[in-house]
């Protein structure tokens, strides 16, 4: 469908600039479906965080009661091989989260900011708003445009 065809978007905040074709509106879409990806990947990446963390806070209770029934070398084993160790070479969770963040993660956003700025005027979901519109039921209660 050409841009002078495509359906108008939901709103003037998501209408696609003059001159911006389907190719664009769609790789622009495509490039925030990834973004949304990684986005869940990085939530992801804080719940092994925080579950590795609640594990190792586990074992200080594993040593306790071992030590209780008298099981001194398995709770020195867990207590010095495992209670503290390192996930990845010389990193805790908590600093392989602070690298994706400030790497690979703020880079995908950036990019994303960029592209969107210089192709499409900073607009967002210019994509998703025109195919909201092509799908719904105007006049159906549920299918307003806007709140």
Same mark, same amino acid.
């Given at each position: #469908?050409?841009?002078?065809?495509?359906?108008?978007?939901?709103?003037?905040?998501?209408?696609?600039?003059?001159?911006?074709?389907?190719?664009?509106?769609?790789?622009?879409?495509?490039?925030?479906?990834?973004?949304?990806?990684?986005?869940?990947?990085?939530?992801?990446?804080?719940?092994? $965080?925080?579950?590795?963390?609640?594990?190792?806070?586990?074992?200080?209770?594993?040593?306790?009661?071992?030590? $209780?029934?008298?099981?001194?070398?398995?709770?020195?084993?867990?207590?010095?091989?495992?209670?503290?160790?390192?996930?990845?070479?010389?990193?805790?969770?908590?600093?392989?989260?602070?690298?994706?963040?400030?790497?690979?993660?703020?880079?995908?956003?950036?990019?994303?900011?960029?592209?969107?700025?210089?192709?499409?005027?900073?607009?967002?979901?210019?994509?998703?708003?025109? #195919?909201?519109?092509?799908?719904?039921? $105007?006049?159906?209660?549920? $299918?307003?445009?806007?709140?």
């Amino acid at each position: #469908m050409a841009a002078e065809e495509q359906a108008s978007a939901v709103d003037e905040a998501h209408t696609r600039p003059d001159g911006l074709d389907d190719s664009t509106v769609e790789a622009l879409g495509e490039l925030s479906k990834a973004l949304e990806t990684i986005h869940r990947v990085r939530g992801h990446l804080y719940s092994a $965080h925080q579950l590795v963390g609640g594990a190792d806070l586990t074992l200080d209770r594993v040593v306790k009661l071992l030590r $209780h029934a008298e099981h001194d070398e398995v709770a020195d084993r867990v207590e010095h091989e495992l209670l503290g160790r390192n996930v990845l070479p010389g990193r805790w969770t908590f600093q392989i989260v602070e690298e994706f963040d400030d790497g690979y993660y703020a880079a995908f956003q950036e990019i994303d900011r960029d592209a969107r700025e210089k192709l499409a005027g900073g607009r967002r979901h210019i994509f998703e708003a025109e #195919m909201k519109e092509r799908r719904r039921t $105007h006049g159906m209660p549920g $299918h307003e445009a806007t709140p």
